[in-house]
């Protein structure tokens, strides 16, 4: 998520997350943080574009990524997406939560009598927390819980709002978090730890 907007990691992890993080620092502060992610995003893409035998390890807080998503991902995010925060739990648990609008997933396409979407509309804030396992160059997302609106939803409704939002001309149904996906940029293996990730290349 953090890096090139590498489509597939950036989607899990902006939907691994969870509740929005309050910022204890200043909003000067929280440019910094943004800023200060940039840079590792910038060692992170020339370090696999020059892959080596030694390994590099950038460890990235949850301020900073919260941060980057504030003041640089803003702007970037689909119409009807908003105010994405990540927290990072510890032991590969991280969750997520975005604020979506309903109503563009829902007319989509036709819908059954029985299919939850039917009911949905608004903006709502979407939660998601499960396990993110990220070792050997892949990356897999063990989904365990996600709420919207503070009630709970079977995962195919969170299925539902992700290939919407994630949709792109050359992957026109969107990101599936059931598949593995490659680590971009020769990233090995992520570490999900209490407040930070570890990126090891």
Do not use: C, W
């Not at 949905?120 to 609106?149: D, F, I, K, N, W």
């Amino acid at each position: 998520m953090l890096l090139k907007p590498g489509r597939r990691l950036a989607v899990t992890a902006a939907l691994l997350a969870a509740l929005a993080v309050t910022h204890a620092a200043a909003v000067d502060g929280s440019h910094q943080d943004a800023e200060q992610l940039k840079r590792k995003i910038a060692s992170i893409n020339a370090f696999g574009e020059r892959p080596s035998t030694r390994e590099q390890r950038v460890t990235v807080s949850e301020q900073e990524i919260n941060a980057y998503l504030t003041f640089e991902v803003r702007s970037q995010l689909p119409a009807g997406v908003a105010e994405p925060a990540v927290t990072m739990l510890g032991a590969g648990q991280v969750s997520a939560r975005a604020v979506v609008d309903l109503d563009a997933v829902r007319g989509q396409k036709s819908r059954g009598l029985f299919d939850p979407m039917s009911f949905l509309s608004g903006r709502l804030p979407v939660m998601a927390s499960g396990v993110l396992r990220a070792s050997q160059g892949t990356g897999h997302l063990e989904l365990q819980t996600a709420t919207l609106g503070g009630v709970r939803i079977p995962t195919s409704v969170l299925q539902d709002i992700v290939s919407y939002y994630s949709r792109t001309p050359a992957h026109p149904a969107g990101v599936s978090l059931a598949d593995p996906f490659p680590l971009p940029a020769h990233i090995r293996e992520i570490l999900v730890e209490s407040g930070q990730t570890i990126i090891v290349q």
